[in-house]
Nanobody, 122 residues
């Protein structure tokens, strides 16, 4: 029902910025909360940020609070993750996902993108 495709990943130096985009297909995009998760090698999947269906509520993991910003444009069926002041610890595969409600557990998310690699070098 919802297909998600991430883009915008790449290699950046510490302190730099990247903007990830997640483009959705399907007509019910605006009904879903949208989250970003990441997974680094040898680590568990980690919640990053979530935004509710209207964009009026956001929540961030402590590790990215103040550095990352999640936003959505329902008309464009796209959710964004603006990442500033990047650290090597942010290196991971980042995936967007859609859920029926706001949450931090990956198991709540019904649809997933394929992920995009973000690498932050020192």
């Amino acid at each position: 029902q919802v297909q998600l495709v991430e883009s915008g990943g790449g290699l950046v130096q510490a302190g730099g910025s990247l903007r990830l985009s997640c483009a959705a297909s399907g007509r019910t995009f605006s009904s879903y909360a949208m989250g970003w998760f990441r997974q680094a090698p040898g680590k568990e999947r980690e919640f990053v940020a979530v935004i509710n269906w209207s964009g009026g509520y956001t929540y961030y993991a402590d590790s990215v609070k103040g550095r990352f910003t999640i936003a959505r444009d329902n008309a464009k069926r796209t959710v964004y993750l603006q990442m500033n002041s990047l650290k090597p610890e942010d290196t991971a595969i980042y995936a967007c996902a859609a859920a029926d409600g706001v949450g931090t557990s990956w198991s709540l998310y019904r649809y997933w993108g394929q992920g995009t690699q973000v690498t932050v070098s020192s």
